[in-house]
């Protein structure tokens, strides 16, 4: 039998699985696209490229492609390497039962494949998902306001620290508990570096193993001057619970923010406190912090991660959530008058403010939100307290357990604990701990370092562990200590009950099947790029292979934890190694970074490597100016701003970010370039290029740009967001750059999940191997051996990153091979130079002047002034005309392309390798019969979508009159699409036109 046959789905029923390289094109289609355009080969798409930049070969580590009965074979013996084993590990990340319904949820396509709900009326189905779980973690910890994620609690950390600066002004310090987990306080530690943010470590009482409130309250009256906030654990890491009530009640009385870490699992039905309630007069905490990764997926070496983060918003509190970073989902009306849901508050994002934005995070943890929110639900009121109770329970039973052995004693035995537990070992643990995974036991975590005290075991419990797996375990036990008879009782210590929660949380108890059928019509709200071109320029909206998915979620990879001994992870490790090597052959540069999440997570990363190197030579103050192009990302000066290079003057100098214009060919203008660094020269710390630009044109002067830029001992950032349009074929290395992310979820096809999770690796130069961040993975004696670099700068993930991202991008790798690669950018150039030449006569393009400049993997498209002035006269201004024109797409089955950015009037549109010619003449037929309804039926722009879900959403008011959460008891009538997007995109243009006409009478009288 064929492996093939064994797989969850049947590939050969789905229409872009098979196909080579997932290029669905013939033959026959790309010579006639190449015809159509002028040119004999592939190669010639790069002519205008400098030929020194150019690859000689193509990355060749990456060999040949593995056909697809080989890549399922191939993955599946890779995940086998892997020793699974019972577990008593948790620690960073606890792990819980996965309810059935979340794989079911996850395999909806029309919910994992979609783009960030910026088109509120095709994303309903995003939305709603989002709106379940910001509800339902609403209902748990009586937060009003809970966003739709950031990266993973240490990420999240970050973001409330430097929340609570701006909400408590002149103030730049935060008190962080040394409860928390030691790789958020690296994480911290390494993002708060160069910036403005101080921290300031509280340890905790070596006897008592918490906080000690009396030196708390010192610490803050010390620094309360420029204090922001205070952040402490609930749970902190020895397992043991916190009087939140104390510490809370300290900051209100130093009139700081309190940051409260949680474990949302703990928050249910008879477990601990609501943070809403915390402190003596119920005040509750400020803020919110916590991970949610395990509400939705097992383990999965540490990644995709969920951070929870929520803020007050009532009657006494309406101006503090104004100060937050990312984005949060709000309840409004459409224009007829339908409860409908869109983004709300997402005027801070880095697209809109660039340098003003308050944090560069443009892709979240979306879909692992929606996976958390569908996990509540499944569990419901009685479940989510038999997970959290079975941990609570086994807890308790296993301190009396261990408590038996003369070698073992608690090492806090008078302190509270929850669902993990701390004991001090009469002997070495690390050899009772290779003993325990011999005997197919995960004993726990040593956590010496964090106490100052040697052996130091601690075990945490879930609804994971069975009958068996305590049997295992005392068993073991039995074998290799020694069990004393005890005259004394033995007993637990109690947790106050003032930290206890009272009464019922109220989840609703939905059957399986009601859950399944609501997650499937939120699927069918949305459109996806399985089913027809998705247009949206600098997005990359490409076919996600359904085999990746499948390598992600095979139970070798997902049920290993980020703190298992590494011997027992070696597919993990022999995934990073491969990733590292791979990137190596593809961006030409020696060093690769796996560790980061996003492309904006990579950016970060690229400059805190630049702040290192040059405060490595001395120079950290005198680099205080990075320049960047107006045609990068908006990501780019977002994340310079992060960094710590704040754009302000100072007695007439001027630090942080300077702007690069572009020329007449929509490059960076080289005579402005070389006049700022003949001003700033050496002050210069380095310049961030998009490259290809979001015009979709290549930089050609970049190596002479590179070599300027190094000339003044400054680096070169480019941004990898467009490198679908260039892998294989250009050298990075040969460019100059120093360091360059790829987005994994672009390029490299992951998932948009709705807004995430993203994922990326940044390649970096010779000058910057020694200060990597997270692991780097080598090969000795057959075994793949993790370290760190002599002067890594740190983490910037609790663990190792969204790994079971690395898995479904490897898997993409080894079915595209050294060939592959190069087929797949040129093809995705080759489409869209293809839909540029047939639009480009029919519609203006952008940037002005630029019209013969040659595109590559996208470009803009604009109107004529005389177009806007008619659009204008039927009653649509045109400061609103290009957000109305891209609703038009709606109206055809299809998503927008990307609407007024980068040029505010301007429509960008990138095709994708993913696509064959007749869906790229039929996406043709669709934009030239848009063209002719603004041109002849203007007046449609007032009432369009017309077939979506919902009409128009009126997001102003849904911004004004805030609706952040309801109390879910039952499950919404949803809407239904008046006419379904497949149905739509089937129709001859010229048919849609008519009924757009008559649903636009409808809806005017």
């Known amino acids: 039998m064929s492996r093939i046959d064994n797989l969850p789905y ?273 005040q509750g905490a400020d803020m919110i912090v916590g991970e949610g990764q395990h509400l939705a997926i097992g383990p999965n070496w540490g990644g995709p991660g969920l951070g929870i983060f929520g803020i007050r918003y009532n009657d006494k509190n309406k101006t503090a959530i104004r100060s937050t970073a990312g984005r949060y989902i709000g309840k409004g009306k459409d224009g007829s008058g339908k409860t409908c849901l869109s983004i709300v508050l997402s005027t801070r994002e880095q697209h809109i403010r660039r340098e003003k934005a308050t944090s560069n995070i443009c892709s979240n943890q979306s879909f692992l ?65 290779q003993r325990a995974s011999k005997a197919g036991i995960h004993l726990g975590v040593k956590v010496d370092e964090r106490i100052k005290k040697n052996n130091q075991l601690k075990m945490s419990f879930s609804d994971l562990q069975n009958d068996d797996d305590l049997e295992k375990l005392i068993n073991f036990l039995d074998d290799h200590l020694t069990a004393q008879e005890s005259e004394e009782e033995l007993y637990t210590p109690e947790i106050p009950s003032a930290l206890l929660r009272e009464g019922e949380v109220g989840l609703p108890n939905f059957t399986e099947e009601e859950i399944k059928n609501f997650y499937i019509q939120l699927g069918e709200m949305n459109v996806s790029p399985d089913d027809n071109i998705y247009p949206l320029g600098s997005c990359t909206m490409k076919y996600n292979p359904y085999i990746n998915d499948y390598a992600a979620n095979l139970q070798g990879f997902t049920d290993t934890h980020p703190q298992a001994p590494m011997v027992d992870t070696q597919a993990n490790l022999e995934i990073l190694f491969e990733t590292q090597e791979m990137f190596k052959s593809i961006t030409g540069l020696p060093g690769v970074v796996t560790q980061p999440v996003a492309g904006a997570q990579g950016e970060l990363v690229g400059l805190k490597l630049f702040q290192a190197y040059h405060r490595d030579r001395g120079n950290a103050q005198k680099k205080n100016i990075i320049l960047i192009p107006r045609s990068a990302h908006g990501t780019n000066p977002a994340t310079a701003t992060m960094a710590g290079f704040e754009t302000k003057k100072v007695d007439g100098v001027q630090y942080g970010i300077i702007t690069i214009e572009a020329d007449a060919n929509a490059e960076i203008d080289f005579e402005q370039l070389k006049s700022v660094v003949a001003e700033y020269g050496e002050r210069i710390a380095g310049i961030m290029v998009t490259n290809p630009n ?114 479904r991008c490897y898997t993409y790798l080894k079915a595209l091979g050294s060939e592959g690669v190069k087929q797949m950018s040129a093809i995705a150039v080759l489409a869209a130079k293809y839909l540029y030449h047939q639009l480009k006569d029919t519609y203006p393009t ?109 997001e102003v008011s849904a911004n004004k009159n805030l609706d952040l959460f309801e109390r879910i008891t039952s499950f919404p009538n949803l809407p239904k699409n008046v006419i379904d997007p497949g149905e739509l995109s089937a129709m001859m243009p010229s048919d849609v036109t008519k009924k757009i006409l008559v649903a636009h009478e409808a809806s005017s009288n």
């Open 369 to 433: 939100a929606s996976a958390a929110g569908a996990g509540i639900l499944a569990r419901g009121e009685e479940g989510m307290t038999e997970s959290m109770m079975a941990g609570r329970e086994l807890a308790n039973q296993i301190f009396v357990e261990l408590s038996k052995y003369q070698e073992l004693s608690a090492t806090y035995p008078h302190s509270p604990f929850f669902n993990e537990i701390i004991f001090t070992f009469n002997g070495d643990l690390d050899v009772l701990m």
């Open 846 to 954: 952008l940037p002005a002047r630029s019209e013969n400049s040659p595109r590559m993997h996208e470009f803009i498209l604009t109107l004529t002034d005389d177009e806007f002035s008619k659009i204008a006269a039927a009653g649509t201004p045109k400061s609103a005309a290009i957000a109305k024109i891209g609703k038009l797409f709606l109206d055809f089955g299809l998503h927008a392309p990307t609407v007024a950015f980068p040029e505010v009037y301007g429509l960008m549109v990138e095709p994708t390798e993913s696509f064959t010619k007749k869906e790229l003449d039929d996406f043709i037929s669709v934009v030239k019969e848009i063209k002719l309804i603004i041109n002849e039926h203007p007046q449609v722009l007032q009432t369009t979508p017309h077939f979506t879900p919902i009409k128009k959403v009126d």
């Open 10 to 282: 049947n590939p050969n029923e789905l229409e872009r699985e098979l196909a080579p390289y997932y290029i669905c094109a013939s033959k026959n289609e790309i010579q006639e696209m190449m015809d159509t355009i002028g040119v004999k080969e592939l190669k010639d798409l790069y002519s205008h490229i400098p030929k020194e930049v150019l690859m000689a070969e193509g990355p060749k580590e990456l060999g040949e492609r593995l056909e697809y009965e080989q890549l399922v074979a191939h993955v599946e013996d890779l995940a086998k390497k892997n020793n699974l084993k019972t577990s008593f590990l948790g620690d960073g990340l606890q792990q819980y039962k996965v309810p059935s319904v979340v794989p079911f949820v996850c395999d909806i396509r029309g919910l994992t494949t979609a783009y960030t709900p910026y088109q509120p009326e095709r994303s309903q189905g995003t939305l709603w998902t989002l709106w379940m779980y910001s509800s339902t973690l609403s209902m748990l910890t009586g937060f009003e306001a809970i966003n739709a994620s950031f990266y993973e609690r240490s990420t999240c950390l970050f973001e409330a620290c430097n929340t609570a600066t701006r909400i408590k002004r002149k103030t730049n310090k935060v008190i962080i508990s040394e409860g928390i987990y030691p790789g958020d306080l690296e994480v911290l530690r390494t993002h708060a570096k160069e910036t403005s943010l101080e921290l300031i470590t509280l340890p905790i009482d070596e006897e008592t193993g918490l906080t000690d409130i009396d030196a708390a309250k010192s610490l803050i009256e010390k620094e309360k001057d420029s204090l922001a906030a205070f952040a402490f654990c609930q749970v902190n890491n020895l397992g043991l619970v916190e009087d939140v009530n104390a510490l809370t009640d300290l900051c209100t009385e130093a009139n700081i923010q309190s940051i409260a870490i949680i474990d949302p699992m703990l928050l249910a039905t008879e477990g601990l406190l609501a943070p809403s309630l915390y402190g003596s007069n119920d």
């Open 694 to 807: 979001t015009a979709g044109i290549f930089e050609t002067r970049f190596k002479e740009m590179a070599d300027l830029i190094h000339s003044v001992d400054g680096l070169v950032y480019m941004d990898g967001a467009n490198m679908n349009a260039i892998a294989g074929w250009v050298d990075l290395g040969a460019m100059g750059v120093d360091a360059v992310h790829n987005n994994l979820h672009k390029t490299w096809t992951i998932p948009h999940g709705g807004g995430g999770p993203g994922d990326a690796i940044v390649g970096v130069s010779e000058r910057l191997l020694d200060y990597i961040p997270g692991l780097q993975v080598k090969k000795e004696n057959d075994q793949f051996v993790a370290f760190k670099t002599p002067k890594s700068i740190g983490s910037f993930h609790r663990h190792h990153g969204n790994f079971a991202h690395k898995v």
